[in-house]
């Protein structure tokens, strides 16, 4: 889809990054050239959750940028988000569009090609697939490998986003191997600069989309 943008989308997750800002660190992933976010907090107070959202919904508004609750479909509502992503445990997909109409934008979890072709014919609008790698924020699940884009890829028509582990040496890898974009937490979050490691990222995903379509 058009408005989603298939390149580089940040998880902004408050559990790794406590001490820090969430709306400073938006706004340095914005200038580094994230146009996709999404806010994770899966801990905390209500009332903080729905300051932090609105917040960042109105920097994402200012910057054109798309704004994603995690997991949440009434702080979806409540802040204005552009739309909500949804793991296999949160609410089904069909559920959530129609509670949130077929405006706004729902992204799913999968981490199987069953879980994916469901996913899509609900409505989802793209799909998170991960844990591709070891990751720290994706202990939960075994790591998938590039393998199951390569399986999802023929038959799924909608954005994916590979997620899990994602660095600036495997990028190249899961594009190859069928995903539209990534998703990150670490892999920016984690960084001193979180401009330059944002605009780090995009430049190799751009490189690498535009040398397959050269070949």
Known sequence: MSRIPT??????DA???PHRDLLEVAQAAIA??????????????????????????DLARKENVVFIINDDVDLTLASEADGVHLGQEDMPVA????????????????????????AQEAGAD??????IFPSPTKQARPPLGCGI???????ISIPLFA??????????EVLSAGADGVACVSAVLSQPDIRKAAQRLLQIIRFTKDLRLTK
Request: charged share 20%.
């Open 15 to 17: 559990a790794v990054i």
């Open 163 to 172: 997620i899990g582990g994602i660095s600036e040496q495997n990028i190249p």
């Open 95 to 118: 559920k959530a569009r129609s509670l949130l109409g077929p405006d706004r934008i729902i992204g799913g979890s999968a981490h199987t090609l069953d879980q994916a072709l469901a």
């Open 32 to 57: 580094g050239g994230v146009r996709m976010i999404q806010y994770r907090a899966k801990e905390g107070e209500k009332n903080k959750a729905y300051r932090t959202a609105c917040g960042l919904h």
């Open 126 to 131: 793209y799909l998170g697939i991960g844990p």
């Open 149 to 155: 884009l390569s399986k999802l890829r023929p038959t």
């Open 7 to 12: 390149d580089l989308y940040l998880i902004l």
